[in-house]
């Protein structure tokens, strides 16, 4: 698929095009009114040379839908919050939930494009980028999610007589800048450019649809005729009970809990000045990591009563709470359900040189979710790429991530569930689940020797951290990530 072989001498007539338009608009009505009730996120990604009428054609596009069931953003320009953040950041908070469509004049490709103040990506930049961007559509798709993508061609004397036009209207003259102007006098080699991003992100469901756009009317025609189609062709998937692609198969993990010694404890004196020192010097850290603008991840998995909040407690207690943020992950709420399961844990991304904690987290799904049959086995089993995927885009964008899995033995969770429950001020941390989880402890732990073998990877392992000692847990922590963070500080 070229952008080069493509026909733009394609026109259409005022009479056809509000003919056929009339019809196109009640079948557009009609197609929103399913998606709303079959509940199909649906996401429209609209790109293309500047002037192409990409603005154009999302006005008409309107006219057709509800305006309650979409939402449209313009994604060219980054605020300061989102330049602090993975580049995706931005598009995943954004993502639409089920029943609601999504329009992006301009998306995730602004990065590779020839726009102006883009800088060019080295080779190994680019891989990772579009490694990112086609996992990032291949989740949401996964999820159930229909990506439209649609590129608007003109060639170099429509773009130029396009540009006349504006600059000579003191109402749109703003509109034309020194960026737009070269990409016309560049053409052709961004014109390769664009040829490049479409062939290294057609893919799969994720396909490119292009737009021969020197004739408006006939624009307006096509797009429509293909969000009509390919909104259709889901519909009638879903109806046939079209079942979503199952992740990768994966045998019995190790027992990589089985070979851990849970005797290893620690003094009270060594424990008080350990944890004096590993404070101040995580403390001294939180202020160099904002200096030098590193966003920091922290997970904390585990056992109930394993220890997860003694050990955050212990971490933070140092440091600067305008620079941290901890996050408890507790059951979705309906909105949160609506959406992709990794759009919540989006939403609470560190921005640059912050930190946030996270009291649970993303593992959930192949956790909690696969045990208690709360995901299907499909969505749990292929979620250990999507976790991979996301954590990799992180580091890509510089994040440090650490992941700890708080462990303690059946004996030493049960003598602390007693002491919950028979101390006042410990009763609310102790409930009906906790008891019931503890019955399904096997199934538990083999879901985790699953995710430690499957979603550790170099840049992104995971730590067991041996808590039948509290105070060794605790100061293990803290030393670990202090290390970590003073090596890759230096």
Same mark, same amino acid.
């Given at each position: 698929m070229s952008l080069k072989n493509l026909e733009l001498t394609q026109k259409i007539g005022n009479r056809e095009y509000k003919s056929r338009l009339k019809e196109i608009r009640e079948k557009l009505t009609l197609l929103q009114q399913t998606v709303m009730t079959v509940g199909i996120p649906v996401l429209i990604v609209f790109e293309g040379w500047s002037a192409s009428g990409k603005g154009t054609q999302i006005n008409r596009l309107f006219h057709s839908l509800d305006p309650r069931y979409y939402r449209v953003y313009t994604m060219e320009k980054l605020s300061e919050d989102a330049e602090m953040r993975p580049f995706l950041w931005k598009y995943w908070i954004k993502t639409p939930s089920r029943g609601m469509i999504t329009i992006f004049d301009k998306s995730w490709y602004r990065l590779v494009l020839p726009v102006e103040g883009n800088r060019i990506l080295k080779e190994s930049e680019l891989n990772n980028y579009y490694y990112d961007v086609n996992a990032f559509e291949d989740q949401l798709t996964l999820d159930g999610t229909l990506i439209i993508k649609l590129f608007l061609h003109i060639s170099k004397d429509e773009q130029a007589k396009r540009f006349a036009e504006l600059e000579n209207d003191p109402d749109t003259n703003w509109r034309v800048d020194?960026?737009?102007?070269?990409?016309?006098?560049?053409?052709?080699?961004?014109?390769?450019?664009?040829?490049?991003?479409?062939?290294?992100?057609?893919? +799969?469901? &994720?396909?490119?649809? !292009?737009?021969?756009?020197? %004739?408006k009317n006939?624009?307006?025609?096509?797009?429509?005729?293909?969000?009509?189609?390919?909104?259709?062709?889901?519909?009638?998937?879903?109806?046939?009970?079209?079942?979503?692609?199952?992740?990768?198969?994966?045998?019995?993990?190790p027992s990589a809990l089985a070979?851990?010694?849970?005797?290893?404890?620690?003094?009270?004196?060594e424990y008080k000045e350990k944890l004096t020192f590993y404070q101040n010097r995580i403390a001294h850290l939180g202020f160099k990591l904002y200096k030098k603008r590193c966003p920091v991840v922290i997970v904390f998995e585990g056992?109930?009563?394993?220890?997860? +909040?003694? &050990?955050?407690?212990? !971490?933070?207690?140092?440091? %600067?709470?305008?620079?941290?943020?901890v996050v408890p992950i507790a059951a979705p709420t309906q909105e949160e359900l609506g959406h992709h399961y990794l759009w919540r844990f989006?939403?609470?991304?560190?921005?640059?040189?912050?930190?946030?904690?996270?009291?649970?987290?993303?593992?959930?799904?192949?956790?909690?979710?696969?045990?208690e049959k709360l995901a299907t086995e499909a969505e749990w089993r292929r979620a250990y790429k999507e976790i991979n995927d996301m954590e990799q885009h992180l580091c890509n964008h510089g994040t440090v991530i650490f992941k700890f899995w708080v462990h303690v033995d059946m004996d030493e969770q049960l003598r602390r569930f007693e002491e919950r429950r028979g101390n006042p001020l410990k009763q609310h941390k102790i409930n009906d689940e906790d008891w019931r989880n503890r019955g399904k402890w096997e199934d538990y732990e083999s879901a985790v020797n699953d995710m430690i073998a499957l979603t550790s990877t170099e840049r992104a392992p995971w730590t067991i951290i041996e808590s039948n000692s509290k105070k060794y847990a605790r100061v293990k922590v803290l030393e670990y990530v202090t290390d970590k963070l003073e090596m890759m500080l230096r």
């Amino acid at each position: 698929m070229s952008l080069k072989n493509l026909e733009l001498t394609q026109k259409i007539g005022n009479r056809e095009y509000k003919s056929r338009l009339k019809e196109i608009r009640e079948k557009l009505t009609l197609l929103q009114q399913t998606v709303m009730t079959v509940g199909i996120p649906v996401l429209i990604v609209f790109e293309g040379w500047s002037a192409s009428g990409k603005g154009t054609q999302i006005n008409r596009l309107f006219h057709s839908l509800d305006p309650r069931y979409y939402r449209v953003y313009t994604m060219e320009k980054l605020s300061e919050d989102a330049e602090m953040r993975p580049f995706l950041w931005k598009y995943w908070i954004k993502t639409p939930s089920r029943g609601m469509i999504t329009i992006f004049d301009k998306s995730w490709y602004r990065l590779v494009l020839p726009v102006e103040g883009n800088r060019i990506l080295k080779e190994s930049e680019l891989n990772n980028y579009y490694y990112d961007v086609n996992a990032f559509e291949d989740q949401l798709t996964l999820d159930g999610t229909l990506i439209i993508k649609l590129f608007l061609h003109i060639s170099k004397d429509e773009q130029a007589k396009r540009f006349a036009e504006l600059e000579n209207d003191p109402d749109t003259n703003w509109r034309v800048d020194g960026g737009d102007r070269r990409q016309n006098g560049e053409y052709g080699r961004q014109l390769a450019l664009f040829d490049d991003m479409i062939e290294q992100s057609d893919r +799969g469901l &994720n396909k490119w649809s !292009l737009i021969e756009a020197e %004739d408006k009317n006939f624009a307006t025609l096509r797009i429509c005729d293909i969000i009509i189609s390919k909104i259709e062709k889901e519909i009638e998937r879903r109806g046939t009970g079209a079942k979503a692609a199952k992740g990768h198969k994966n045998t019995a993990a190790p027992s990589a809990l089985a070979a851990v010694d849970l005797s290893k404890s620690i003094s009270n004196q060594e424990y008080k000045e350990k944890l004096t020192f590993y404070q101040n010097r995580i403390a001294h850290l939180g202020f160099k990591l904002y200096k030098k603008r590193c966003p920091v991840v922290i997970v904390f998995e585990g056992w109930d009563a394993a220890g997860k +909040g003694g &050990n955050i407690k212990r !971490l933070v207690q140092e440091l %600067d709470p305008r620079g941290y943020e901890v996050v408890p992950i507790a059951a979705p709420t309906q909105e949160e359900l609506g959406h992709h399961y990794l759009w919540r844990f989006w939403k609470k991304m560190p921005k640059d040189g912050h930190l946030t904690i996270f009291d649970r987290s993303w593992y959930g799904r192949v956790l909690v979710e696969r045990v208690e049959k709360l995901a299907t086995e499909a969505e749990w089993r292929r979620a250990y790429k999507e976790i991979n995927d996301m954590e990799q885009h992180l580091c890509n964008h510089g994040t440090v991530i650490f992941k700890f899995w708080v462990h303690v033995d059946m004996d030493e969770q049960l003598r602390r569930f007693e002491e919950r429950r028979g101390n006042p001020l410990k009763q609310h941390k102790i409930n009906d689940e906790d008891w019931r989880n503890r019955g399904k402890w096997e199934d538990y732990e083999s879901a985790v020797n699953d995710m430690i073998a499957l979603t550790s990877t170099e840049r992104a392992p995971w730590t067991i951290i041996e808590s039948n000692s509290k105070k060794y847990a605790r100061v293990k922590v803290l030393e670990y990530v202090t290390d970590k963070l003073e090596m890759m500080l230096r």
